[in-house]
């Protein structure tokens, strides 16, 4: 079928440093050391073909970034100029949960619808929305922005499991956040399933080590359990959301870009 399959990039546009107990639940009582450091990466990632440019999250804003004291390496924007994109040639982004790093550029791209699930923007838009949920994660001007979108009618809300497009499809797991999504993607070389914080490393599902942030710690294994399955099918490609492993799994085609359809040559453990 006619834009069916899709070329898949990841887009690392920041780093830092985590102590191993911001990073996961229990650090220090399951044989870790509590203070060891981990490296954590901020990905968006780039799916496109002949027919579409789709956005799967989209980093966080520069400044409202650098107020929580996270710094871009890269603007995203340069990231995609560097992949031959420009911010008007984006048709969709996918919002795969409300937090800064994934929502905080989403009024950047004129053109593009946002689909995001409806638990999640209930959870942080709707009427019954409360102000205090929002903590350090979620930006109250960029919950504002969505609201605007959806007023707009620029949002379309996902309930369970949907193909957006043929060739992609989303899915509510929830978890890490209310509406949490992952997002599957049709390719010439299988199937790319990109977990976003589904699984923020490798290791959650590799050991069933939960991550620390969560609203709903059974919704969060049940997603793992999810992901897990999915990885063991034929030609298909899981992708952890901010694992540095990334970087070493898959081949830059430019700086910090990575094509997820193709394995490094030499991937590191």
């Known amino acids: 079928m006619r834009g069916a399959t899709y070329d898949v990039h990841a887009l690392r546009y920041a780093s830092r440093t985590c102590r191993q107990d911001e990073v996961f639940l229990r650090a220090g009582t399951d044989g870790t050391?509590?203070?060891?450091?981990?490296?954590?990466?901020?990905?968006?990632?780039?799916?496109?073909?002949?027919?579409?440019?789709?956005?799967?999250?989209?980093?966080?804003?520069?400044?409202?970034?650098?107020?929580?004291?996270?710094?871009?390496?890269t603007d995203p924007l340069e990231l995609?100029?560097?992949?031959?994109?420009?911010?008007?040639?984006?048709?969709?982004?996918?919002?795969?949960?409300?937090?800064?790093?994934?929502?905080?550029?989403?009024?950047?791209f004129p053109n593009a619808t946002v689909s995001l699930a409806r638990e999640e923007y209930d959870?942080?838009?709707?009427?019954?929305?409360?102000?205090?949920r929002l903590g350090t994660v979620v930006?109250?001007?960029?919950?504002?922005?969505?609201?605007?979108?959806?007023?707009?009618q620029r949002v379309r809300l996902v309930d369970g499991a949907e193909g957006l497009f043929p060739g992609l499809s989303v899915t509510r797991l929830g978890g890490h956040t209310p509406g949490q999504m992952m997002v599957e993607v049709g390719t010439g070389a299988g199937q790319v399933v990109l977990a976003s914080d589904a699984?923020?490393?490798y290791e959650e599902l590799e050991h069933d080590r939960?991550?620390?942030?969560?609203?709903?710690?059974?919704?969060?294994?049940r997603a793992y359990d999810v992901v897990r399955e999915l990885a063991g099918r034929p030609r298909?490609?899981?992708?952890?959301g901010h694992d540095p492993r990334v970087r070493s799994s898959f081949q830059e085609v430019r700086p910090d870009c990575l094509d997820l359809t193709a394995p490094a040559t030499e991937p590191q453990s």
């Open 33 to 73: 050391t509590a203070d060891d450091t981990l490296g954590l990466d901020y990905y968006f990632w780039l799916v496109r073909n002949e027919a579409r440019t789709v956005l799967v999250d989209c980093g966080f804003d520069r400044d409202r970034g650098a107020a929580r004291n996270r710094f871009q390496d």
């Open 80 to 108: 995609l100029a560097q992949m031959g994109v420009r911010p008007e040639d984006v048709d969709h982004v996918v919002v795969t949960h409300m937090h800064y790093d994934h929502v905080g550029n989403v009024a950047r």
């Open 123 to 132: 959870f942080w838009c709707g009427p019954e929305s409360d102000p205090g």
């Open 139 to 152: 930006n109250a001007n960029e919950v504002e922005i969505v609201r605007r979108l959806a007023r707009e």
């Open 199 to 201: 699984a923020h490393y």
């Open 210 to 221: 939960p991550f620390s942030l969560f609203t709903s710690l059974p919704d969060m294994y």
């Open 236 to 240: 298909t490609t899981v992708v952890a």
